[in-house]
DNA sequence: GCTTAACCGAGACGGTACGTCTAGTCTTCGA
DNA sequence: TCGAAGACTAGACGTACCGTCTCGGTTAAGC
C-alpha cells in the first residue's frame, strides 16, 4: 500500500485530510461498479468523493494507480480457513476468490490495470507488490497444512518449493479468472470440486471419471 | 468472424472496400504495437489504413470491436502438430501460446478487451465466438489423438467430455495467460514441461519431482 | 434561370428528366423553410426531392447556384398594378416587396446568398441577373407613368435616368429589407405611408408631419 | 456587449482571461478577412487567438454570437462629426458607413449574421442591441443639429419623433447596404450627394436636378 | 427492335468541421 | 500550506455533410 497521508517530511502548513484518501478510495470503487473501468473519469471520482480533483492528483499520478490501490484493499480478504484436506481446502479458496472476481469492481479493474500494465514495469510492479504477491501466502499456507498432514511430501529443495508454489498459483489464479472472465462461466462448488481433483490428481487419472471426495 | 463487406442483404449501391477491411485490421495491429491499448485511438488507425475514419466507424462499432477482430486474426495461427505423445503436445500448444502472448499487440489487447467486456455482453459474446470458443479445437483435437494412442481412456457421455475439454481449456489457457501477463515470468521450456507434469500427473504425484520426459 | 435540362448540344442518350429540375427546386424552398439557409443540406434536399444526390450535383454547382435559382422564381411575382398615383403605387409596391420578405425562405435565402456572394463574383453576378435586376423594371414603369400622369418631371440624358432609377431601387429596397430582417419591425400600412412621404416630399417637408394621403 | 469576463457571479475558481476574450475577437476578424463566413470554423479560431476550442466555446454559444461581437466592436469606430450642414452631416456618415461596409470582414459577415437570425430570435435581438441600435445615436444626433442649426422644425411629439428617426435610420442603413452588397456598386462621393438630395428634398423636387451643393 | 450513351437510385469513399468530453495543469480565494 | 472551484491547453471522441466515385439498372433517340 502506498501511503499518501502521514510520511511526508516537511511539517509546516494545512496537513492533508485522511478522511479525503478514504473517501476517494471508496469512490473509486463505487465509479467502478457504476461506469466500468474505461468510462471511469478522475473528475468523476473527485466529485463522488466530495473533494478537488486537483487533490486528487496530488496523491495519485493517475488513473492506473488509484485503481490499483483502491482494489487491492479487497483482495485482502481472502483467507484459508482450515477445512481438514488439501482438497476441501483447494475448494475453499477457489470458491472465495470466484466470489471476488463476481464483483463488478474486481471483474473489470482487475483485467483493465492488467492490460495497462504491458507497457508499464512501474505499474506492474505496483500490481504484482500490491495485489499478486499477496496472496501467494495462501499456497505457502496450504502446503504446509497439506505437509503437516502428511497429503504432501515434504520439499527440501527451497528453490523447488518456491517455482512450485509460483506454478500452482498461475494454475489456480489463471483457470478461475479464465472460467469466470474469459469463459464467462459460473465457478460454483461442481466446477470447484471437478477442477480440485484435476489439479490434485492430474488428467491421466481424472479424465475420466472425477472423483467426487 | 464478422463479415462486413460481402453478407449485407440490398445490392444496390457503391460496394465495401474488401480491402479497406484488412487494411485496417492490420493498422489496428501495428498501432497495438506502437501504442498500446489504451492510447491507440481509431483516428489514428484510419490514418494508417489510409482510409477515412468515418469508413472505420460504418464498419465497427468502436475500439473494443474493432480490436478483437483484429487480435482474433492472430489465434488462428495457433497449431496442434502430432509431436507423438499427450505430453509434447501439451508442451508444444504451451509455448505457442506463450510465444502469441508475447506479442505485444496480443498482451495488451487481450486483457483490455476482456475487461472491457465485463459490462458488455454483447462485446464478452463477440470474444468467445471470435476468439475463445475458435480455440477450444485445439482441447479436441489433442484429446482424440490421446485416445487414439492409448494415453486417455475413451468418454463415453458426450456431455462429461464437453465440461472436462471446457475444464483443461481454462486450466491451460488461464495458467499461461497468469504466468505470461500477470506474474511477468516467463513461459519457457522449462516452464511448459513442470507445468504439463503437474496437468497430467496432478499435485499429489508431481508436487515433489516433476517428472521430466 | 438556367435551363439544365433541354440546351444540352449532344443528343444521344437518356436525357434528363424534366420533373426533377421542378422537384428539387420546390424541395430547395421547402427545406429553406423548415432548415433555414446554414442548416440546409443537399443530402436533404434530394431525399425531399425524391432525387439522388448525384442528380442534383449534376445540375447545379453547389447551395449557392440552387437556392438562388429557387428563390429567384419567387421574385417574378411582383407586379406593379396601376393605382392612380405615383405614391399610391409606390406605397403597393412597397407592401408587396415586404410580403415577399415575410415568406420565411424569402427572409433566410436572400441575405444568405448575398453574404456568400461578397466573396465570389460569378455568384454576385447570377444573383444580380437571376434577381436584382429583373426587378428593376418596377422602378423604371412607376417613373414611365409617373410622367406620362405629370407627376415627375421628363428626363433627357438618359444617363441620368439610369442613375436616378438605380438610386431609387436602392433605397426603396434597402429601406423595406432594412427594416424587414435588421430592424425586425412590421412593414405595415403606416410605415409604408411615411415611407412614400419621405421618398416623395424629403426630409425637410416631410420630417415633422407626413402627409396622410 | 456581452460581458463574458468579469459580470459572473460565484467568484471562486479562476477567472477567465480578459486576454482571452481581445485575442479571440480579433482573431475572429482576421479570419474573416481570409476565409470569409461560411469557411470560418471556430477551431482555426482558437488556433489563430492561441486559445483552446473549449475556451472559446466556454464564452460563446456559436459562431453566430461570436462574429456578431466581433463585428460590433467595428460599429462603435463611426462618429458623427459636424461639417457645418444637414446635407453635410448626412453626407459624411454615409461615406464613413460605406467604407465600414467596404471592409471584407463586414461584407461578409453583417449579410451572413443578419440572414442566420431570421430563423433566431436570441440571435436577432443581440444584433439590435450590439449593432443596430447603438448607431441610431447618429441619426439622434444629426437631427438635433439640424434643429439647432434651424435647418429642421422642432418635433413636439416624442412617439413621432421616435418613428421617425427609425424611418430615416432604415432608409439611410438600408439604401447603403444595398448599394455596396447587392447592387454592389461603389458608394463614392458623387452617389452620397445624389443620394442626400434625396432624402432631403424628396423625389419630386429632386428627381430631375439633383442640387449639387 | 436494337444499340448505345447518358441518365438514374443507392450508397460507400476520403475529407473536414462539428461540439463535447476528459486529461492533467494552473490560478485564484478563503480556511 | 492546503483545499475547492473552476478556467486553462491539448487532443480524441463519434457524427454529420461535403462532393466524388462506383455500382446495377433504366430509358429514349437514332439507327
Not at 457504476?34 to 473533494?51: I, M, P
Amino acid at each position: 500500500m502506498h501511503d499518501h497521508t502521514t510520511d511526508r517530511p516537511g511539517r509546516t502548513g494545512r496537513p492533508r485530510s485522511a478522511e479525503a484518501d478514504a473517501a476517494i478510495l471508496a469512490a473509486t470503487r463505487e465509479a467502478l461498479v457504476d461506469l466500468g473501468w474505461s468510462k471511469l473519469t478522475l473528475g468523476d471520482v473527485a466529485t463522488r468523493a466530495g473533494v478537488a480533483k486537483t487533490t486528487l492528483y496530488r496523491r495519485w499520478a493517475g488513473k492506473n494507480e488509484l485503481v490499483v490501490d483502491a482494489v487491492a484493499e479487497l483482495f485482502d480478504e481472502l483467507e484459508l480457513p482450515d477445512r481438514g484436506s488439501l482438497a476441501a481446502d483447494v475448494e475453499g479458496v477457489v470458491l472465495q476468490f470466484a466470489d471476488l472476481l463476481a464483483r463488478p469492481e474486481t471483474r473489470t479493474a482487475l483485467m483493465a490495470v492488467v492490460a495497462e500494465s504491458t507497457g508499464d514495469e512501474a505499474l506492474r510492479a505496483r500490481i504484482r507488490t500490491s495485489i499478486v504477491d499477496r496472496q501467494k501466502r495462501l499456497v505457502l499456507e496450504g502446503r504446509q497444512r497439506a505437509q503437516e498432514r502428511g497429503e504432501l511430501p515434504a520439499e527440501d529443495d527451497p528453490e523447488t518449493a518456491a517455482r512450485t508454489a509460483d506454478l500452482i498459483f498461475d494454475v489456480v489464479a489463471g483457470a478461475v479468472v479464465h472460467r469466470s472472465l474469459v469463459s464467462s462461466e459460473p465457478v460454483d462448488t461442481e466446477w470447484a470440486r471437478s477442477f480440485t481433483a484435476l489439479l490434485l490428481g492430474g488428467l491421466a487419472q481424472a479424465g475420466g471419471r472425477p472423483s467426487h471426495t
